[in-house]
């Protein structure tokens, strides 16, 4: 057992336990991360948002607020006790109607929906397969999607995510911007093809 904490403390084991989520998303994170204003840039009413490695919810349930009842919001994990949180934590916010719950493989998201907006926050450094990983996110976006990925700067240092970045944009995503967020690394990217802003898929319904 304490061998096993000393791997998680040392980031030296892949995926991060379930029961470890609520270090990372409880009330204080509120304090520096809002996610509301995290996510309207690339997200609008009516649009499909894909929470890849959602963890217990914390960006899941702000995007089902932005997206509102008319939209869809794909909650994926590994661990279904990940999901059982966000499933709990989505019905009391009373958003829990427009949530799909996906559990991922290991090596496959196996997600089938085209979506406006994809994030995998302070996940991506957990996945060994990083290129094939990329390339799933880029095709299940529409074109001129956008995909924002965060990762933890304590963790993941200036080379590993130029490293992690730089499957992106193998997988054919384009640098949009470099979101400021605490604690983070962050870049937008986007996936060439037709304009796609949140402002104008909402004129368009
Ligand atoms: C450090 S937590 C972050 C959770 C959440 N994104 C947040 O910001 O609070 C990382 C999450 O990614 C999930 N994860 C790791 N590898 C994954 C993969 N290959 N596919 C899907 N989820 C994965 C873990 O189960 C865990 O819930």
């Known amino acids: ?15 991060c336990p379930w029961w470890l989520g ?19 840039p690339y997200l609008g009413p009516g649009m499909t948002a894909v929470d890849i490695g959602c963890g217990m919810g914390f960006s899941t ?12 919001v794909i909650a994926a994990d ?3 006790q990940m999901l059982s949180i966000v499933h709990r934590r989505a019905t009391k916010a009373g958003v829990a109607d427009r949530i ?17 907006f994809a994030l995998t926050f302070w996940m991506a450094h957990e996945v060994p ?33 130029e490293e992690i970045s730089g499957h992106a944009l193998q997988a054919g995503f384009v640098p949009a911007a470099r979101p400021e967020i605490a604690f983070s690394r962050a870049v ?6 037709i304009i796609h802003s949140a402002a104008a898929h909402h004129t368009d319904r």
């Open 1 to 15: 057992m304490l061998q096993r904490v000393r791997k998680i403390l040392l980031f030296d084991e892949h995926v």
């Open 22 to 40: 609520y270090f990372f998303d409880n009330p204080l994170r509120r304090l520096f991360h809002k996610p509301d204003a995290l996510f309207r």
């Open 61 to 72: 349930i702000a995007m089902a607020a932005i997206v509102g009842a008319a939209g869809r």
């Open 78 to 80: 590994l661990q279904p």
């Open 100 to 116: 799909e719950l996906h559990q991922c493989l290991s090596d496959r998201l196996g997600i089938t929906a085209t979506a406006d």
């Open 129 to 161: 397969h990083l290129e094939a990983f990329m390339e799933e996110i880029h095709s299940l976006l529409k074109p001129g999607g956008s995909y924002l990925l965060v990762e933890p700067a304590v963790h993941v240092g200036a080379r590993r995510f």
């Open 188 to 193: 937008a990217f986007e996936k060439p093809g």
